[in-house]
């Protein structure tokens, strides 16, 4: 008996494969207009351009990005992963300058769909185990 996918879930993953390959573009295609961010310790942001805002920051900051998904949930319109972040820190990031360092963190992250589309994200990144990897003492 073959296991099916939660369909949020399979935007979910798609929309990370999207990110990795950099095509930001057909990734905001799967946002609602309204798209809210919340990002923990940031203030609420709303909107598509908000969104490829954030995204620039990290693309400028980071690059060969990948994405594990270390689980997967789903009930109703929301959807619960916990990710694993790897990249190289290949330019400025919260005032830390390059370091060339790979770097690997984790996310918890919560995202409501909307007639198929991402229509919020509640995210709480390990910034710490970032910085520490970049060299900030805490």
């Known amino acids: 008996m073959a296991t099916q996918v939660h369909p949020n879930i399979e935007l979910l993953e798609r929309s990370l494969a999207l990110l990795t390959s950099g095509r930001v573009d057909q990734l905001a295609d799967l946002l609602t207009?309204?798209?809210?961010?919340?990002?923990?310790?940031?203030?609420?942001?709303?909107?598509?351009d908000a969104w490829r805002e954030?995204?620039?920051?990290?693309?400028?900051?980071?690059?060969?990005?990948?994405v594990e998904v270390l689980h997967a949930l789903a009930d109703g319109d929301l959807v619960a992963v916990n990710l694993r972040f790897t990249a190289r820190h290949a330019g400025d990031?919260?005032?830390?300058?390059?370091?060339?360092?790979t770097v690997r963190y984790d996310s918890l992250e919560h995202y409501r769909v909307r007639d198929g589309l991402i229509a919020e994200e509640?995210?709480?990144?390990?910034?710490?185990?970032?910085?520490?990897?970049?060299?900030?003492?805490?």
Do not use: K, Y
Not at 33 to 48: E, L, M, Y
Not at 93 to 101: C, K, S, Y
Not at 123 to 138: F, H, P
């Open 33 to 48: 207009d309204d798209f809210r961010i919340n990002v923990h310790g940031a203030p609420t942001r709303v909107g598509r």
């Open 54 to 66: 954030n995204v620039a920051i990290m693309q400028a900051s980071f690059s060969d990005l990948s």
């Open 93 to 101: 990031f919260l005032g830390v300058p390059a370091t060339g360092r």
């Open 122 to 138: 509640w995210i709480a990144s390990d910034v710490g185990t970032l910085l520490s990897q970049l060299g900030v003492e805490r």
